[in-house]
């Protein structure tokens, strides 16, 4: 018996290896559908930095790095490189960042799809025209000729998004819109993608070098000035003449007025400011000599007449109205001057008529309630006045 065993263990060998072989080539088989490091699309490669610093000369240019989707395995290959780029704001003198990114939506060379290339590029096109066509988003759908096999753009309010198939290699070029300069750039970029690629080569060197920019354009600041032209600013000492005030006060000697200069701000990359040609100020001094228990005692009014602002539209007017009357407390509102106006605690008298904003103030007698109430009356006359010459 132990010589019948002996000779039946060839013959068992002999019968299993085949399954042995069997296991051996199913379990490598997965090794074999691994990209391999010649024929995998690199999305860095494909979008390296050294484009972005032509496209971008002098700006500071941030590398994100490379980004494996899970599924890169199969039965797809998705990569993503992202940069962020830092570029003049148009409102401000600070930078903000805009980012570049190339994605690769799909590649063959790891598990061959249910359809080819060109039918997934196909699908990919017929979706996004199905969201372009809803009126409520602002997305723009043009066709591209020159990159790769076939390629389209995508506009929206906040990027450019160019995607592209060469060969078996779908990917997309994204860049947020900056200025006039986002779409020939983005365009150059999957341009040189496209030529760094090759279907059943994979990742090639690029023939020629992207075309640079001289410098990166600056976007114009589109916002328009809340304030109006230097030229529809009225003559704060027009409003009201050395005659007028002496006419209030007749009982009092009236100094030649006081002019106030000003300048006003066009909201801009740097806020430019620009000089107003007229006095946004005109101050008169009326004084009086009384005698009061024995003593002689100078009195003093002080007549003030501001324009405070002239708007660029009539609801900022209103606005700044509004505004100025709630930080000085000016409750009482008063009849009859111009579009509306109110009367606060120190005697100003805020009047506001189309565009155009002026305090009337008389001072004095704060600490005498007679005074106080003589200058409250006599407020109310030159508003009067003044209210009258606005426009």
């Known amino acids: 018996m132990p010589a019948r065993s002996l000779l039946a263990t060839p013959l068992l060998l002999a019968l299993a290896a085949p399954a042995l072989a069997q296991t051996a080539t199913t379990t490598a088989a997965p090794a074999a559908t691994e990209p391999t490091a010649s024929k995998a699309p690199d999305a860095c490669r494909l979008l390296p930095q050294a484009d972005l610093e032509a496209l971008f000369p002098g700006r500071p240019i941030t590398a994100k790095g490379p980004t494996l989707s899970p599924i890169h395995r199969g039965p797809q290959y998705a990569e993503s490189c992202m940069y962020s780029v830092k570029l003049p704001s148009p409102t401000s003198k600070l930078d903000h960042a805009r980012f570049a990114s190339l994605t690769v939506i799909r590649w063959d060379g790891v598990s061959k799809g249910r359809e080819t290339p060109t039918q997934a590029f196909a699908s990919i096109k017929g979706t996004r025209e199905k969201v372009a066509a809803d009126p409520r988003l602002t997305l723009k759908l043009e066709p591209l000729s020159g990159i790769g096999d076939e390629a389209f753009q995508e506009t929206n309010s906040s990027s450019v998004m160019i995607r592209a198939r060469k060969d078996d290699l779908i990917y997309t070029v994204s860049l947020d819109l900056y200025s006039e300069q986002t779409a020939p750039n983005a365009l150059a970029l999957a341009k040189q993608a496209a030529a760094r690629w090759r279907g059943g080569t994979g990742m090639i060197d690029a023939p020629a070098q992207i075309a640079s920019n001289s410098a990166v354009t600056v976007p114009a600041d589109t916002r328009i000035s ?20 002496k006419a209030a006060f007749p009982e009092m000697s009236v100094s030649e007025p006081r002019k106030l200069m000003g300048k006003i701000t066009h909201e801009s990359r740097e806020n430019r400011q620009e000089a107003l040609p007229n006095p946004i100020g005109c101050q008169f001094d009326a004084k009086r000599t009384v005698e009061k228990d024995g003593k002689r005692t100078v009195e003093l009014n002080q007549i003030q007449v501001s324009v405070r602002n002239v708007a660029a539209n009539e609801d900022l007017s209103k606005r700044w109205f509004q505004s100025a009357i709630k930080v000085s407390e000016a409750k009482t509102p008063i009849e009859g001057l111009g579009d509306e106006a109110a009367l606060d605690i120190m005697n100003r008298i805020h009047i506001r008529k189309g565009l155009t904003t002026v305090d009337v103030r008389v001072s004095g007698g704060e600490r005498d309630q007679a005074l106080h109430a003589e200058a409250k009356a006599r407020v109310g006359e030159l508003a009067k006045i003044v209210a009258g010459r606005l426009k």
């Open 226 to 245: 809340s304030v109006a032209p230097v030229e529809q600013w009225p003559d704060a000492c027009a409003l009201l003449t050395p005659a007028e005030v």
